[in-house]
């Protein structure tokens, strides 16, 4: 299984509005929050660990892959 939770790109505002990209910050803040509330169980379905999942729910929201921001 792949996982993808390293060295993200950041997202910039390039061509989108200031909405669009309030918009997915705010989206990348509440996964981020949802993931960290994850137990055990739920991560290892998801095939992260409780270190990646501290890991990523502790970056800042403009900080994920640019698809995320697509």
Do not use: F
Request: proline fraction near 3%; charged fraction near 25%.
């Amino acid at each position: 299984m792949m996982t993808y939770i390293a060295d993200h790109s950041h997202c910039t505002p390039r061509n989108r509005s200031w909405s669009v990209t309030l918009i997915t910050a705010l989206a990348v803040a509440r996964q981020r929050r949802a993931l960290k509330k994850l137990d055990a169980a739920a991560l290892d379905d998801i095939g992260i660990t409780k270190a990646q999942a501290e890991a990523e729910s502790s970056r800042l929201a403009w900080d994920a892959p640019d698809h995320w921001c697509r």
